[in-house]
């Protein structure tokens, strides 16, 4: 847990932002945490009640796409949902990016 701990603390700009809006069951009345082990992987933020994960990524998940693409698929077998977004979605199209997520909340389990 300590390494979750370091990842909390050492958040980027983008992941705050989205963690405002996720956090103290602001969005929707749904609860999300923060940097959560799942199996080998640390997840930036889980919905338990939807087994959604979502991810910020930034610049440097440009050149790991096969590691994504890898922990992608070895989440979706363990039957979570996975939403990828870039750090520039984000900043660019906040409403966007929530709107998504919140599709997936709905789709996946009726509102608290």
């Not at 889980?46 to 994504?68: K, M, W």
Request: glycine share 6%.
């Amino acid at each position: 847990m300590e390494i979750a701990k370091q990842l909390r603390t050492n958040q980027t700009p983008e992941e705050q932002q989205l963690w405002y809006l996720l956090r103290a069951k602001r969005f929707h009345g749904y609860k999300f945490r923060r940097q959560m082990p799942i199996g080998p992987f640390f997840a930036d933020f889980v919905c338990y009640r939807a087994r959604l994960i979502v991810e910020l990524d930034g610049g440097q998940h440009a050149e790991n796409t096969d590691n994504d693409r890898q922990r992608t698929a070895w989440l979706k077998a363990r039957g979570w949902e996975v939403l990828r977004f870039w750090n520039n979605e984000l900043r660019e199209n906040e409403e966007g990016v929530l709107m998504r997520i919140l599709e997936h909340l709905t789709a996946c389990s009726p509102s608290p």
